[in-house]
């Protein structure tokens, strides 16, 4: 005679791992057979260090061809990619390389500017914005410079961006400066290789949510099994159900954000 679970009792005794557990379940169904669901999980510290030291070769193997030859072919890649994208005389490179700082000094630029009194007193500036994004911009759109309200406050924004648009067209020109007795070739041996980082840079990117989905995703039924087997069975999902997953890994990261603040 068979013998049934459910005439003892024997519950599973919690542990601490399990406790404060974020997570959430994700049905997958494309309508062919029984719907498939996971759970996903946030990564404990020890899983999220794991995945950082799993991630870092990604960019290492990339950033290592800086160490090549200037004529190694796998360097003349990167040069190939520049050109390709219109990068001919010393200005583009020099573009190139100031970008980062550029950006720097334009959000610089907006805060210096908006604390000046006359845009920070009564919130001023603050307000126009306000007042901008969710009401006067759809006027300003529809009506042009017929809306007397929309038009003024318009009026008032450009303003101040053209005082911070000022004050970074000074800086941009203070970073060309810094470069431009450099030699096109010495430029262009800068770009390369900030070109190279940036790719380093977005190979550990893509691998630390691949290795975050490894760790993150479990089975539906027994959360402590993890439902891939190995990282490269990441590699072959299709694209919408990685999108999805790695959408819910990120909501989850960033609910339990807030939920500490």
């Known amino acids: 005679m068979a013998k049934k679970n459910d005439e003892v009792i024997a519950p599973v005794k919690r542990r601490l791992s399990d406790l404060f557990v974020t997570g959430e379940e994700v049905v997958f169904d494309d309508g062919d057979g029984d719907a498939l669901t996971v759970w996903v999980q946030k ?21 290592s061809i800086k160490k090549l030859p200037d004529d ?22 020099i573009k ?5 700082k550029l950006d720097e000094a334009r959000i610089s630029a907006q805060e210096r500017v908006a604390a000046e009194e006359e845009w920070s007193k009564d919130d001023y500036l603050v307000g126009l914005q306000e007042a901008w994004n969710e009401e006067l911009q759809a006027k300003w759109v529809d009506s042009g410079d017929e809306d007397d309200d929309a038009n003024r406050v318009y009026n008032e924004l450009k303003r101040y961006t053209d005082q911070v648009m000022n004050e970074v067209k000074t800086a941009e020109q203070e970073l060309i400066n810094e470069l431009d007795d450099l030699s096109l070739e010495a430029l262009q041996r800068r ?25 993150a995703v479990r089975e539906g039924d027994n959360h402590k099994k993890r439902y891939f087997e190995n990282i490269e069975e990441i590699d072959t ?7 999805r997953l790695l959408n819910t890994y990120s909501e989850l990261s960033v609910d339990s954000f807030e939920g500490k603040d």
């Open 237 to 243: 999902l299709p694209g919408v159900i990685y999108t």
């Open 96 to 100: 190139f390389l100031i970008r980062s």
């Open 43 to 63: 990564l404990t510290p020890a899983e999220t260090q794991l995945a950082v030291e799993r991630s870092r070769p990604s960019k290492t193997k990339i950033i």
């Open 72 to 93: 190694h072919h796998l360097k003349l890649r990167y040069l190939d990619e520049l050109e390709s994208a219109g990068f001919e005389e010393k200005i583009d490179f």
């Open 191 to 215: 770009a390369v290789n900030r070109l190279i980082e940036t790719h380093g840079d977005n190979a550990l990117i893509a691998e630390f949510r691949k290795q975050q989905l490894f760790y």
